[in-house]
């Protein structure tokens, strides 16, 4: 958060009257205050967190899903599929994180289901094999992570290390090559639950080929950004 603001006063000094982001909701909601003040017109194309839109600021858009949506389909994922099992969610405690896996929880819960753990984890942590053998010993079989898809790679690997067969349940963030990379081979069998892909759209393919053109392939959440560009050029 702090150096959300401290890039939103350096844009806001440069003169710039739109930006594209900031990326995750714990970066975007601080630094809307500093561009509502100065007029900037801020569109995410990735931050979920209700909170944004729901401060009201006249200036702020988002052109992803929220995290009451994301969770009401991840609640019930998880109770359509595993009701007999036990599932453990995790969050990182940062704003997207923690919404996103309170919003499954309530869900979960709203389905007359309760999980077996709910706790929140360190992130920027090089092991998280402690968590892993703390849900093994507890019987876990399913793994819901609000979180980055650098720790829920890390975690797929210490489970994979322990021969421990935990299904890893999360949101969008896995939306790219960077957790196969990673995480390896312990990558196989993960469920991220997101909206389809919009590459595979026939309407994205002349923006899809312009990107790939210049040897750039535009995975996660590239295409959004391009469509909160759209957005205000047509505004």
Request: aromatic fraction near 10%.
């Amino acid at each position: 958060p702090e150096q959300a603001v401290a890039a939103a006063k350096k844009l806001i000094s440069n003169g710039v009257i739109f930006v594209v982001g900031h990326f995750c909701s714990g970066a975007s909601i601080p630094a809307s205050e500093m561009y509502e003040v100065a007029g900037v017109l801020q569109i995410s194309p990735t931050s979920t967190n209700p909170i944004l839109t729901e401060l009201g600021r006249s200036n702020v858009f988002r052109v992803t899903h929220r995290d009451d949506a994301a969770g009401t389909l991840a609640g019930n994922f998880l109770a359509d599929h595993w009701p007999d099992q036990k599932i453990a969610i995790l969050h990182d405690d940062t704003s997207f994180g923690k919404g996103i896996a309170e919003e499954t929880k309530k869900q979960f819960n709203r389905r007359g289901l309760t999980e077996a753990i709910y706790r929140a984890y360190v992130p920027g942590r090089t092991s998280y094999a402690a968590e892993i053998a703390e849900l093994e010993a507890a019987d876990i079989a399913v793994l819901y992570v609000g979180g980055y898809h650098t720790e829920m790679a890390l975690m797929a690997r210490a489970a994979r290390d322990r021969g421990y067969l935990v299904q890893l349940v999360t949101g969008g963030t896995l939306a790219t090559e960077d957790f196969g990379l990673i995480a390896g081979p312990a990558a196989e069998g993960a469920i991220f639950l997101d909206v389809a892909d919009a590459r595979q759209r026939s309407e994205a393919a002349p923006v899809i080929e312009r990107f790939q053109a210049s040897g750039f392939e535009p995975e996660g959440y590239t295409l959004y950004a391009y469509g909160a560009v759209q957005a205000w050029a047509q505004a």
